[in-house]
Every structure is written in structure tokens, then in C-alpha cells.
């Protein structure tokens, strides 16, 4: 019998992407998808490629019935998930957020980066920082996981092997990474407009991103401990979807990093490491919930290059929800995501 | 048992949609894929979006044992599946062919517009036109199918209720229409560059281009043998993928235009009729094989305006190519098309 | 010595594009430009592509020294003109409104188009409609200049030799018109963002649009009051900037129409006659005051295709505003308007 | 009196960006545009926008004339201007090569990275790397220009600075740089069809780019012969025009990099230090040949992260060459070049 989901903040991309993902989904019921804004509308009449496949409208929150859901994904602006689980988890729902709020395991980094209080710091604790390839594990037994941000998913991915393996100083680190406009929401503002966008190439946030310290927070994990210093420098690209991260290391060892990247991801169904020499294609992803990779070390010096690609949308983010959804119950993890990427 | 499905010339952008649909088709077993010029190369080699999908190498046409297959489908330029095909019937295969060559029934014509001799007359009595939505009984007996063109396809779905129904003047029919650029293929062409064509919007082909005919034949016949006068303007816009398709009719009898076009394609499972008042984008067809249509009578006078979208790589090549090869093998229409739109 | 201009409203795109033109207009002083929400910024920090080429900063309306200006332009949003440019007009300011505000001879018909009551219908016959190509003459003596929409530029200079002369059915006009985005404007709306509007084509506005009203007018008005049918049905394209207009038009007369528009426009300084059988793309006038077109007849059948490409912030909006200028102050009519398109 | 110019090889984005430029300059008169394959048909044939802005046809070389030009351009293939410019330099004509033939002053690292013999290494030592924010002097008396790489002048300007100054780690440079098609030329190439290249991003060339031994020659001219690391990894992005670069230096010793920055490049004409904070967008110089630099230091840390943006079409390439020619023969450094960037 199909398990009961349902979405809280179902108007954004993250949320139309949880949609068409989880209306194809064999285990799964789509229960109720809330706005507060839009409620009786239905999803299909603003998202028009819903249309024969979602028949839901939006409801109000308090009226959706969320208790009786068996999950509940939270695609929601930060702060909003942290006001809300508490009570499903208490009435024993499991949550997935995507947003940021359990994302960081001390509440005093993450007020300072989020600037404001955090509601529930003693769920922090509980909450399973949602990488598979690194906690799938804990994700199986998780009531409350912690959806990874698009960019930490890339990045992480990129730097994991290199910093379990200890082959790189990784007081040194830097990502230079960039991503598609969709990365910024179905928010209506003049800095994501067409006609500011579209032709055009941009950094922003280098003086600090809210990805920053998620990131890091990551790697000193599996440095286990070590310090980690990286410098994450993020782009505005004419894109819909896709994020590519370039990430830079400096070797401490010898290595044969192709050998390392296919070692660590092997039997991995959602990540996908190139042969030696590639440079791999945010569009060879696209709609799908893989993550390409590609490691170099140019004219075979001490820098350690790594390519990695997502669609932001989907493992850096909806997909990303489906998989641990899929471990937390017990699903195939590929189920609802075996998806071909959508070329050209 | 699945069918044994052959892909003659897989390298252009028909080719790898096919293998996209057809990778997740449950009644199908890919048993070839030919390229000349790449046989031995792996197909996910030359589109890495297929890497964990598709494990066939392209392979020599002499030797990919098509006689072998139940289906064969022609991705190749025009001219070559006339070629072909007749030894493949011979053998017994089903052809689909998603170029032109068995399109137009009259081969006069057909040589006038394509520039070269038909290599095989005597079968385009044989061949039947894929528009399922007009030719579903002939398509279900068919050994060897006709795909039609992308423009045909959204323009005919747009013109046909209003021809059926007899209620508009077919002597004065506009169809002005926008294609994406994957509609020229992957061919390596100066105008289809990213900086040819990025911001960049144009007419082409106004004095004559060869979807007139074939829009032209399918209208003569819905409007059993009458005559037809269109007027068809294609233009480039820069879209990876979509058909937009603007039609304009002069309306000769009263019309409830937005009940004419539900009934007409009532139950049909790729044509959505929407709202009256709507107006579809492209996206909403996004990598999916549905046409979406409306209908329009700005200001109540006596001209339509029907709006006609599909995405042209799958409604529009692929995606009816396969709905056609479920009609001739009786599977279910829908098979491996069940696909939610990419949006964003 | 230079005249005197201000700007109201200096933050939208029609505003920054005046600043390019007027920055480089030898005979203009930038004197003025406003903003009451960014009063005291300096242009250039909103614009950085003005860094080095403007100085000025927002002001105030109230502060703005508008009645010491030779000449006012109004970038504003429709309904701000009418309330500000009878005081201007008193107090001998030359007034150029690139908004709606005194397009429409008829009060009650812009009253019904545009929701609101207007606020001085008595200027309105002083106006004089700014498109140089047919009211050049009056132009060099007003006052008060409608600057002409965007569309209605590009679909009348398409329609005009043709009404002109006589040679076409006036009663089934046909204008296919597509924008690039930045014709919405620099307002954070959500169906202009990035993700929304790339890769993605749509009609809008099937029902009715504000540019039918006006295109009709002047139509009219060539066709020397006779009645004038027309559709129009604009579409929004993933352009930054361009409009490429489809025109239709059922010939009644022999007529050779190539001939007819070169003799049109022979000497016109922003029309341009492509040679017979061309294709004008949207880019051959990116960023610069020109018009192309080209008349086609299909087949050499009696409908007339008529293609028309502009810019629309510079030909439909600033470039034409500084053309009406020229023509006003008596400079040369292509002081700051001598622009190379940039292509690619 | 105007000097006469000649451009050889002007079928592409160069060389038609050159004509823009020319085109416009008031000390120049354009003498002749050779091409073999286009001899005899005007140049506004293949690229309208220059329709009613230059009236040449591409001519032969042979019969160009180009012996009595006084400055001839060079907007070839690599390989191309080493076999002509010898006996245009005997004849007392002045040589801008556009292309790589001349930038390496190293005649065997040229052969190594561009995979031929150099036609006449003895011309090597006379050629003046055209970069005039260093070898503005030179460039005054240069008989032999070669006009620097589009990925070249971004990443020195960026890095100079800090590298004159001594206060980085020239071992530990990276260089992350983003270029739009148009980089790739008006070249007939799969990978660069729009269908491939929009909505996608990807890094190419990482184990080596031919612009990497380019920049390490000009960043170890400024370190005064100090050895300098470099790792250079480009990315193609879905622009028309623009180059982004990110680079990332260590400090070796404390810095005030937003003064360092200003105080070098106070004066500049084409090189735009922002304020503190600052994130350059490729559209805020798209069709100028300004550059835009901004300095940081995320979290006040000892990484410097500079963000350099150009037009690679104009800085990085057309109009650089045109500043260069303006030194050359002593007009005004911004003759030609006083361009408003085109936003949006």
C-alpha cells in the first residue's frame, strides 16, 4: 500500500519538482500539497504541465490533514519547517525539509548565517543531514532529515573522496561554483528577471554564503574532525537547471584520483564518475537525480581539479528528498527516479 | 517477450530522443543502433545523458542485423529510408520512418519539393501517415508508417477540428509557426550556432517550405478532398525545444470554437484542450509527448486563433514515432510516454 | 549649446536605454532624471554599464529642476505623463512621453483600454503620434509627442505601404507579432523571471491587447478613415530585446511589392528594405534605431508577408523617443542615433 | 587625413566586430576586408547589421591591396598572419594579428602548444604583446601587434596588480574563467550549435589550454622573471559575448587589495575598478571595451578573489585592437571605442 506524502509550500520549483516527481512515483500517494495564498486552486491550473497528472488542488494548511500524512516535505522559504515539525513529529509524521533549517547541527552558526532565531535547536540533534552517499545509513532509521542545500550536494560530492582519503591539505580548498537561475525560487525580483539574467555572467555572495558553512560542516566530517578551510565562491549562469562546480585541491600525496573517485562511488545508483579526462555536462543531467563527476590533475602537477554536475532542482534538491524518502521507507532507493536526463 | 527495436542513423538529436523513450519502454528491447561514421563507439560515449541507461555501441548498418528486428525506425536525413526499407518490409520488419520519404502520396510532388527521385513510388500507397489522432485504425495494420513532421504535427492538430467541422473558409488559412532550434538537427551549421541564434529571432523558408505540402495534404483530406488554401510561415526562436504553432481560420458558420475542440479530441491521451482563455507555452510540453491547444475568437468577430504547442523532439518526431509503434504492436498507446513535462 | 533634457522615471529599461543614447548626444545635456524611491543614488550604481558615461544621481521629482529642462521624456508607467505634462507644457517644456498616456486620440476608447480616467482629454488632439515615417512634418513643430508602443511600431511600418497604396484588403489584417522580454519591463514579476521565460514561447493577450487599439488608429488613419480589421497577437520570445511582427495582408490589386515599400521608404533614415526574398533577423538591428523589412508573396499567391524587425527599447521606445527630438529641436534627424547593430 | 586599414579573414566574429568598431572611427578608412571564399560579395550581404555602415565587398587577398594599407588586421586562423606579415612589414605596413601567431615570444613553446613550425620566429622578438594597461609604451612604436587572448586579458588584468605588488603566492594562482560561445568563432561545430551549448555548462580544456602558457608568460614578465604556477581552467557558458574570470591568489603579506587595485589602473581608460563589495555582470561591458574589475577578500581571510569581466569580442579582441592601433599611430587611446555598454 502507497504511503501518504504530503507538501507543505507547494508553489516554488522545488515544490512543482516534488510533484512531478512523486505523481509517478508506484509507492507513493500524494495526500495534500498546502498554500495558504492559492488555496482550492488547482496545482495543474498554475503549473500547467501538472495537467493529467497531479488532480490535487492546493489547500490551506490547517485544513490539510498533514497529521494523517506518513511524510511530509517541507519546500518551504527557511524558517518555516522549524515552526511546523516539532507537531508532525510529535504526532509521528516524518519530515523532510528543504530548506535549511536542520541543516546545520549548532543553532548559534546557524542564526548568525540565517539571522534569525532558531525555534526548535533541540531537534537539531535528531535531524539527519540528508547525503546519502555519506549518511544512508542513518537515513534509513531518520524521522527528520535535513534536505541538502543544491550547491553543498555538488560540492560535497566533489570533495568527499579527496578528504576521506586525507590526499589533499584541506586547509586549502576552493569551489568555484555556478548555477542555474531556477537556484534563486519562483520568487518574483528584479535580480532574476529575463532580461537581467539571460546574456549574462556573475559571482555574488563572495563575502560569505549561507552554503559556506554547510559546506564545511560537511567536509570537517569526514576529515573527522580536522579543520577545513575553503574558499566557495558562487556564479549566476544563463541556465534553467544545472549546477557545475569546479573545486580545487592541492595533492599532499601521490594519488591516482581517477582510481579514488571510482573506489568511493562505486554501487553508487546516483552518482556517476566519468572516465579519466572528461568534462562532464550539466545538461547530461538534466530532469534527472545524477551526479556526474570528473577528476583531473592538469599536466600532472599537484592540483587536484574536480568537475561535478547536478540538476539543482533534482539531486540538489526534489530528487535528493525522493532518495531519502525512499530510504526512510524502505523503497528501492531508485524508485521514482529512474529518470533518463532530458538531452538536448 | 518484448519487441526487438532497431534505430537506423542514432547520432542526431530524433536518434538520442528515441533512445531516451524507448530505454524506458517496458515492451522494447534495443537491439541496434547504426552510425556509419561511429560504429563501435558506444552511444552514451557520444551522449553521456544515456551513461547508465543505454549500454548498445553504434554499429555498422551491414551488420546490425535489422532483418532481425520487429521495428526498425529511420532517424535518418531525408532520402535514405526509401533506401531501405524495402528489404526490410521484405523481411518482414515494421519501418517507421521519421523522415520525410513516405510522407507525401503523390511522388510527383513529393520529387518537387525534396529535389531528388523517389526510390520506391509503389509503396507510398502502403504507407500510412502517423497522426494517430486521425489514422489510429489504419495505424494498428500498418507494416511501414509515415512519421510526420514537426510543424505538421502541431498545425494539423490545430486546423483540423475547424476543417472537420466544415465552419471555417479552408481557402484562407494562416499558420504562422515558431520551432525550436533542435528542429534543424545536429548538424554542424553556421545559422544554428549559439551565436547565430541565441537572441535572435527570424522568418525563413517564406517563399515555400516543404512541411507546406504535407500540412496541405492532411488538411485536403480532412476536408474530404476540398480544396485548401495556407499560408505557412516558419520562424526560428530560440528555444532548445518547442513548436508553437499560431493558426488563423475565417469562420463561415457559427461556432462554439471551445466545444468543437473538446469533443474533437475527447479521450484522445496526448491532446489537451484547454481552458477557454488559455494560452500554452512550450515548456508545459517540455520532453513530454503531449500537444496542447486553445482556441480563441478575440473580440467575438469571426477569425480563430488556435494556439497549437508540442515539444517538436517527441509529439513532434520520437515520442509519435513510438506512440505509432505502440499502435501497430498493439500495446497500450501510452507505453513509455508517460512522461510529466519538464518545467522549469 | 546643448539642450536641456530630463528624464522622469530613469530605473526602468526604457529609462537606462535613453541615458546610453542621450550620454553620447552631442547637442543634449543630461540634466535631470528621477526617482522618488531611489532619490540620491547615483545612476551608475544601478546601471554599472553607465559607470564612466553618466554622473548624474536620481533626484526627486519635487527637486528635479524639470521646468528649467528643454525637453522632458517620461519613462514612467502609463498614467503618470498625463498628471505631470500639462505643468511642463506651461511652463514651455517640450514633453515626449514613451508611456500610453497620449497615444489614443479618443478619450473614452483609452479610458476603456487602459481602466482609468484621464486626466487631461483636452490635450490629447495637441499630441502629435511620434512615428517620423508618417508625421515627420508635424513633428518638428510639437509640443507634446506620443512616442508610439513598441508593437505599433514595428506592425505599421510593415502595413503602411500596403494600406497606402490601396492594395490590400483592410478588413483581414493579420499581425503575428513576437517580444523579446525586456518588453515587459524591468518589474519583478514572476512570469519575466529567467526560469519562467527561457526556453519557453508563448502567445498572451489573444483576447485583446492595449497595442491593438493603437496599431488600428494609425491604420485608419493611412487608410485615410476607411475601416480597418485586424488581429493582433503578440507572443513572448527569449529575447532580451526584438520584435519580429508576421504581417498578413490578402492583396486586391496587382501590385509589386518590393517596389512598393523600397519607393515607401526611399531616403528614410531608420527603414530599411531588405532586397527581395531576405529574412530580416531580430539581431541585424540589436541596440540600434533601424527598421528592416521585407514583403513577401508566397508562391506568388495574393497574400502579402510582410516581416518587420526592431529594437524594441531603441526603435519601439528610446531611440525613437530621441529621433521625435531630433526632429522637434531641428538637429539632424540621426545625431546620437548613428548606433552599428551589434551582431552577434 | 584617415589612415587605411585592412582586415584579412573578415568572415568571422572578429572580424565583423572589427568593422563595427572601424566603422565608426573617425581617423580610419576602411581600404579593404579580404576573402578567398566570399570575394565579390558584399560584406552587408552575410552580416546585415552592417547594412547602410559599410559598403566594401570581401575581396581576394591578392587583389586587396592590402600593401598600401597602413595598418592591416589580422582576424585569422592561427597560422595565418606568420606566413603574411613579413613582406606586409617589409612594405612598410603596420600588423595587428588578432590570432595567436605572434603572442609567444618562445618559438618552440608556440610550436608545442599550436601544433606547428612557426613561419618566421625571427619576427618573435620584434612583436609587442598588445596589452596596453603593461606595454603601453611599447606599443606606441610597435610595428608588430600581437593582440593578446580574450581569456589572456581578463585573467592578467586581474592578477597584475597583485603580482607587481609582490604580495601573492605566484605558485598557487587559479584561474577559473567563463567565456561565451562566440569565443569558439563563426565556426561550423557541433559542440558549439545552439541546441548544444544554451542551457548547459561545462569546463573544457582543463589538462591544458593553449591561453595557459600565454598568461604564465605575461604574469612572469610582471613578477620580473619570478616563476609563477597557474592552474587555468576554462568553462563555456551560455553567453553570446563576455568572459567572467574568478581568480584566487594567496597574500603573503598584508594588503589594502581594494587601494592596490584603484592605485593601479587610476588612469586607465578601459579598465573600471569597482568599489569594495563590488560583483562585475558580463552585460555591464557587453559591447565596450571597458573592463570591470572588483577585489575581495571573503571573511578577510589571505585569499584574494578577483572578478574580472570583458566583451571578448571587443577587450578581448576587436576593440583591444583598436586601442592598439590608436597608440600605433598616435590618435586617441579611446578613438573608435567611447561605446555606452548595451544593458539590458
Chains 1, 2, 3, 4 share one sequence.
Not at 498533514?66 to 519546500?75: N, T
Not at 519530515?95 to 525555534?119: C, K, N, Q, T
Not at 566533489?158 to 584541506?170: N, R, S, W
Request: negative net charge; contains cysteine; hydrophobic residues 45%.
Amino acid at each position: 500500500m502507497a504511503i501518504r506524502a504530503g507538501i507543505v509550500g507547494g508553489t516554488g520549483y522545488t515544490g512543482v519538482e516534488l510533484l512531478r516527481l512523486l505523481a509517478r512515483h508506484s509507492e507513493v500517494e500524494l495526500a495534500a500539497i498546502t498554500s495558504r495564498s492559492d488555496a482550492g486552486r488547482p496545482v495543474s491550473e498554475m503549473f500547467p504541465s501538472l495537467r493529467g497528472h497531479v488532480d490535487l488542488a492546493f489547500s490551506d494548511p490547517a485544513q490539510a490533514g498533514l497529521d494523517d500524512c506518513d511524510v511530509v516535505f517541507f519546500a518551504t522559504p527557511n524558517g518555516i519547517a522549524m515552526q511546523q515539525a516539532p507537531a508532525l513529529l510529535d504526532a509521528g509524521v516524518r519530515v523532510i525539509d528543504l530548506a535549511a533549517d536542520f541543516r546545520l547541527r549548532d543553532a548559534s552558526v546557524w542564526e548568525a548565517w540565517y539571522g534569525m532565531p532558531h525555534a526548535c535547536p533541540g531537534l537539531l540533534p535528531t535531524a539527519v543531514y540528508g547525503l546519502p552517499e555519506v549518511n544512508r545509513h542513518k537515513l534509513r532509521a531518520a524521522r527528520l532529515v535535513a534536505n541538502p542545500g543544491c550547491y553543498p550536494t555538488a560540492v560535497q560530492l566533489g570533495f568527499i573522496p579527496l578528504i576521506e582519503a586525507g590526499v589533499v591539505d584541506p586547509l586549502t580548498l576552493i569551489a568555484d561554483a555556478k548555477s542555474g537561475v531556477s537556484g534563486a525560487g519562483r520568487k518574483a525580483e528584479v535580480h532574476a528577471l529575463f532580461a537581467e539574467a539571460a546574456d549574462n555572467f556573475k559571482a555574488y555572495g563572495v563575502s560569505g554564503h549561507r552554503h559556506l558553512p554547510e559546506i564545511r560542516q560537511g567536509l570537517v566530517e569526514v576529515a573527522e574532525g580536522g579543520e577545513v578551510g575553503l574558499t566557495f565562491v558562487p556564479h549566476l549562469t544563463p541556465l534553467i537547471r544545472g549546477i557545475h562546480a569546479t573545486l580545487y585541491a592541492r595533492l599532499v600525496a601521490d594519488c591516482d584520483v581517477q582510481a579514488l573517485f571510482e573506489n568511493r562511488f562505486r554501487g553508487e545508483c546516483f552518482v556517476d564518475v566519468l572516465p579519466a579526462g572528461s568534462h562532464p555536462e550539466t545538461r547530461s543531467v538534466r530532469a534527472s537525480n545524477t551526479c556526474r563527476i570528473a577528476a583531473h590533475r592538469p599536466q600532472g602537477g599537484d592540483v587536484v581539479v574536480v568537475l561535478s554536475v547536478i540538476d539543482n532542482l533534482v539531486k540538489g534538491a526534489a530528487g535528493q528528498a525522493v532518495q531519502n524518502m525512499n530510504l526512510m521507507f524502505g523503497f528501492d532507493e531508485t524508485c521514482g527516479l529512474e529518470l533518463v536526463p532530458v538531452l538536448p
